[in-house]
């Protein structure tokens, strides 16, 4: 080990020990909020672990044209064996990554041999992609779990897309709903397989189905959310194979978004998305979409809980041990948690420790604790554990239900008017309301002198009017910063009642630090203050919200959904005294770093061939050409889908040609628009790096 990475694990490992704590909630009187539960600490089970490895086959459950396994590795605690009664099941998936690695430490994942001949290259390893997670496992099993990490290796894990699932998203959803019909069977009927040691029939009576987690990375976590929704589908048949399953939470880490042709969400239960803020593979952070397809969901029930963690310096790679190579080479926008030069990040295994089994713990069982929630609620502290290592900010909704929140703004109409359709208030600020991600609303707020009479207010009722939040617990807004041109951003928060009186300014960073962006993509957070907080007005009678652009000189955020929320939040006690934030002397770095795409230049890369393919014979079934890309620097298996752009045009239904050493990539394009191409178009290739070929005239015939 050189002395570089040495240096760089060392102090990853004594980071808890010596890392000043990055101050997150002290209260504005003389007692200090008690922070959120530690997670990271281990149960007081004895716990062991096995596997099971079926036989590969074609399983029309699965995949009809390729051969499948059914591979997983299993942690549980050794007393629930001898044990009456049933415990919780979670289940882990990984992502895309190579499937054949050669070296240690780092081993380089450089083939998908096994994905479609169950081999690797002489030299190479099978990637234990699914063990990439252990170190999770071993901290919910020690808290009488059960846990079943999924190997996706064979036939889908860097496999080639097809129509409808180009990312084999369903693919990994349908590849989990069979682990757990098999889990089924065996925990009703028996005949669990002998590698587990536990014999025939030592499963039976011990899963409880009824209280079920589902993890996913990267494209898992599509994965996940598809299982989701393809067993809660009409007429499902996995229903029938796995009668009673209630999936109670879901929680995915740098997750993709739209790699099939269905729009999947996980409406109906608990979920939360794990951000990475320096993903160098997934870098659109496109995880958060379904937070924001859901946060307008108004049918949700009042449980479902939906929830960001947005993780500053952190990359897409380090959260699974077993991806032992970097996917970014820094940071856009603050301080690394992980050296791109070492194989592994202790601090982002940290900070997984400190979410993960929080999440699992405050929903799963009978001996569930809702105090672990407290992890997700912008109300409350983290955990020094956490706050130690790096700056975590925090998008929430207790529920977006219609039954539980009162809309204030969600700047759904022209600019200038709110959603109630009354007229909004401006002074010495500039607006302007657009869409941001997907189909949600912001407003751009960009205010060049602070005082009482730079302003912005979201008035929700006429003249003269109120609305009685009474039975209200909190006002959420959320908030990002536009430009980074100051280390900090605060301003003040107000309410109007109906008489025209405004209740005490409230400090914005009194209940959140508004800094960054940690991320070149536009990121929010959510800030809640209790009701309680605003005196001097009639709550029953609440005209509008006033946010003073009193403090900070100059700036300009992103405004969005302005709600007031019935719920507190769970494992918050109802009676709880709710204290402000001072969240003061943040040490975090936010500095802007420029950081280049690296370029493959087109004297490297060459058009193979591009071939006609009739009705049938192609991968979307219907008349198509395939343009078969190739280069001396290899297509690395990543969890975004390589891009071929021609002109302004992009495709992504691809597989690899060459799955030893992945230097040709295969693209299908439906024949109706390569007919539409200009053959002047120049053509390059994304996949995490940038491959240029020159344009389509060089390569036609």
Same mark, same amino acid.
């Given at each position: 080990?050189?002395?570089?990475?040495?240096?760089?694990?060392?102090?990853?490992?004594?980071?808890?020990?010596?890392?000043?704590?990055?101050?997150?909630a002290?209260?504005?009187?003389?007692?200090?909020?008690?922070?959120?539960?530690?997670?990271?600490i281990?149960?007081?089970h004895?716990?062991?672990?096995?596997?099971?490895?079926?036989?590969?086959?074609?399983?029309?459950?699965?995949l009809?044209?390729?051969?499948?396994?059914?591979?997983?590795?299993?942690?549980?605690?050794?007393?629930?064996?001898?044990?009456?009664?049933?415990?919780?099941?979670?289940?882990?998936?990984?992502?895309?990554?190579?499937?054949?690695?050669?070296?240690?430490?780092?081993?380089?994942?450089?083939?998908?041999?096994?994905?479609?001949?169950?081999?690797?290259p002489?030299?190479?390893?099978?990637?234990?992609?699914?063990?990439g997670?252990?170190?999770?496992?071993?901290?919910?099993?020690?808290?009488?779990?059960?846990?079943?990490?999924?190997?996706?290796?064979?036939?889908?894990?860097?496999?080639?897309?097809?129509a409808?699932d180009?990312?084999?998203?369903?693919?990994?959803?349908?590849?989990?709903?069979?682990h757990?019909?098999?889990?089924?069977?065996?925990?009703?009927?028996?005949?669990?397989?002998?590698?587990?040691?536990?014999?025939?029939?030592?499963?039976?009576?011990?899963?409880d189905?009824?209280?079920?987690?589902?993890?996913?990375?990267?494209?898992g976590?599509?994965?996940?959310?598809?299982?989701?929704?393809?067993?809660?589908?009409?007429?499902?048949?996995?229903?029938?194979?796995?009668?009673?399953?209630q999936?109670?939470?879901?929680?995915?880490?740098?997750?993709?978004?739209?790699?099939t042709?269905?729009?999947?969400?996980?409406?109906?239960?608990?979920?939360?998305?794990l951000?990475?803020?320096?993903?160098?593979?997934?870098?659109?952070?496109?995880?958060?979409?379904?937070?924001?397809?859901?946060?307008?969901?108004?049918?949700?029930?009042?449980?479902?809980?939906?929830?960001?963690?947005?993780?500053?310096?952190?990359?897409?790679?380090?959260f699974?041990?077993?991806?032992?190579?970097?996917?970014?080479?820094?940071?856009?926008?603050?301080?690394?948690i992980?050296?791109p030069?070492?194989?592994?990040?202790?601090?982002?295994?940290?900070?997984?420790?400190?979410?993960?089994?929080?999440?699992?713990?405050?929903?799963?069982?009978?001996?569930?604790?809702?105090?672990?929630?407290?992890?997700f609620?912008?109300?409350?502290?983290?955990?020094?554990?956490?706050?130690?290592?790096?700056?975590?900010?925090?998008?929430?909704?207790?529920?977006?239900?219609?039954?539980?929140?009162?809309?204030?703004?969600?700047?759904?109409?022209?600019?200038?008017?709110?959603?109630s359709?009354?007229?909004?208030?401006?002074?010495?600020?500039?607006?302007?309301?657009?869409?941001?991600?997907?189909?949600?609303?912001?407003?751009?707020v960009?205010?060049?002198?602070?005082?009482?009479?730079?302003?912005?207010e979201?008035?929700?009722?006429?003249?003269?009017?109120?609305?009685?939040?009474?039975?209200?617990?909190?006002?959420?807004?959320?908030?990002?910063?536009?430009?980074?041109?100051?280390?900090?951003?605060?301003?003040?928060?107000?309410?109007?009642?109906?008489?025209?009186h405004?209740?005490?300014?409230?400090?914005?960073?009194?209940?959140?630090?508004?800094?960054?962006?940690?991320?070149?993509?536009?990121?929010?957070?959510?800030?809640?203050?209790?009701?309680?907080?605003?005196?001097?007005?009639?709550?029953?009678?609440?005209?509008?919200?006033?946010?003073?652009?009193?403090?900070?000189?100059?700036?300009?955020?992103?405004?969005?959904?302005?709600?007031?929320?019935?719920?507190?939040?769970?494992?918050?006690?109802?009676?709880?005294?709710?204290?402000? $934030?001072s969240?003061?002397?943040?040490? /975090?770095?936010?500095?802007?770093? =420029?950081? !280049?795409? +690296?370029? %493959?230049? @087109?004297?490297?890369?060459?058009?193979? $061939?591009?071939?006609?393919?009739?009705? /049938?014979q192609?991968?979307?079934? =219907?008349? !198509?050409? +395939?343009? %078969?890309? @190739?280069?001396?620097?290899?297509?690395?298996?990543?969890?975004?889908?390589?891009?071929?752009?021609?002109?302004?045009? =992009?495709f992504?239904?691809?597989?690899?040609?060459?799955?030893?050493?992945?230097?040709?990539?295969?693209?299908?394009?439906?024949?109706?628009?390569?007919?539409?191409?200009?053959?002047?178009?120049?053509?390059?290739?994304?996949?995490?790096?940038?491959?240029q070929?020159?344009?389509?005239?060089?390569h036609?015939?």
């Amino acid at each position: 080990m050189n002395l570089k990475k040495f240096s760089f694990l060392l102090s990853c490992t004594l980071a808890t020990f010596v890392m000043a704590p990055i101050p997150q909630a002290v209260a504005s009187d003389t007692t200090i909020s008690k922070p959120a539960p530690d997670s990271t600490i281990k149960g007081p089970h004895q716990i062991a672990s096995s596997e099971y490895h079926l036989p590969a086959s074609i399983d029309s459950d699965i995949l009809s044209n390729k051969m499948t396994e059914i591979w997983a590795k299993v942690f549980y605690p050794t007393d629930i064996i001898n044990t009456p009664g049933k415990a919780p099941l979670i289940i882990l998936l990984h992502g895309n990554h190579g499937t054949c690695g050669i070296g240690s430490h780092p081993r380089r994942d450089s083939s998908c041999n096994y994905t479609e001949k169950g081999t690797c290259p002489a030299g190479y390893v099978v990637t234990p992609n699914h063990e990439g997670y252990n170190y999770l496992a071993e901290n919910l099993a020690s808290w009488g779990y059960w846990v079943v990490s999924v190997n996706a290796n064979r036939g889908i894990t860097c496999g080639g897309g097809a129509a409808g699932d180009m990312g084999l998203n369903l693919a990994r959803g349908k590849l989990v709903l069979k682990h757990l019909s098999h889990l089924y069977t065996w925990a009703t009927v028996g005949g669990a397989p002998t590698s587990l040691g536990l014999g025939p029939d030592g499963l039976i009576g011990k899963i409880d189905f009824s209280s079920v987690g589902l993890f996913g990375h990267s494209r898992g976590g599509e994965g996940m959310r598809a299982a989701y929704n393809l067993y809660l589908d009409s007429n499902s048949p996995w229903q029938t194979k796995i009668p009673g399953l209630q999936v109670k939470a879901i929680f995915e880490i740098g997750a993709v978004d739209g790699q099939t042709s269905r729009v999947l969400d996980a409406n109906g239960t608990v979920w939360n998305q794990l951000l990475p803020m320096c993903d160098g593979d997934v870098s659109d952070l496109q995880g958060r979409y379904p937070f924001e397809r859901m946060l307008l969901n108004p049918d949700e029930p009042a449980t479902a809980q939906k929830s960001l963690y947005e993780v500053w310096g952190a990359n897409h790679n380090y959260f699974n041990t077993e991806w032992q190579t970097s996917d970014a080479g820094g940071c856009s926008y603050g301080k690394p948690i992980f050296d791109p030069d070492s194989s592994e990040s202790l601090q982002q295994q940290q900070v997984a420790l400190g979410s993960v089994p929080a999440f699992f713990r405050s929903r799963l069982g009978s001996g569930a604790d809702p105090a672990f929630n407290q992890n997700f609620n912008p109300l409350d502290m983290l955990p020094e554990i956490v706050t130690r290592i790096t700056q975590i900010d925090r998008d929430f909704t207790a529920s977006p239900a219609s039954s539980e929140i009162s809309i204030v703004e969600d700047f759904d109409k022209v600019t200038g008017t709110n959603s109630s359709g009354n007229p909004n208030l401006a002074g010495e600020v500039a607006i302007k309301h657009h869409n941001l991600i997907t189909k949600q609303r912001v407003s751009d707020v960009i205010w060049k002198t602070a005082g009482q009479g730079t302003f912005f207010e979201a008035v929700m009722e006429g003249a003269g009017q109120g609305r009685d939040l009474r039975d209200y617990a909190t006002l959420d807004f959320r908030v990002g910063r536009i430009s980074d041109d100051a280390n900090r951003t605060d301003f003040s928060i107000q309410l109007e009642d109906s008489a025209g009186h405004f209740s005490k300014a409230m400090p914005v960073s009194d209940y959140a630090i508004v800094n960054g962006p940690g991320n070149n993509n536009p990121i929010l957070k959510t800030v809640r203050i209790p009701l309680t907080a605003f005196q001097g007005i009639d709550l029953a009678k609440v005209h509008g919200v006033r946010f003073v652009f009193d403090k900070t000189e100059s700036g300009s955020i992103y405004l969005a959904n302005i709600r007031a929320h019935k719920q507190i939040g769970l494992g918050r006690a109802e009676k709880m005294t709710l204290m402000k $934030s001072s969240l003061l002397n943040y040490a /975090g770095d936010t500095i802007k770093h =420029k950081i !280049a795409a +690296e370029v %493959v230049p @087109a004297n490297l890369n060459t058009i193979r $061939s591009i071939r006609a393919m009739p009705k /049938g014979q192609s991968a979307t079934d =219907k008349p !198509a050409v +395939e343009i %078969v890309v @190739a280069s001396q620097v290899p297509f690395p298996a990543m969890n975004s889908l390589p891009v071929l752009q021609i002109g302004d045009k =992009k495709f992504i239904l691809s597989r690899y040609s060459d799955t030893t050493e992945l230097k040709e990539l295969t693209f299908t394009i439906p024949e109706d628009e390569y007919k539409r191409l200009s053959r002047t178009s120049n053509i390059t290739v994304s996949d995490g790096k940038i491959w240029q070929f020159g344009n389509l005239a060089k390569h036609v015939q």
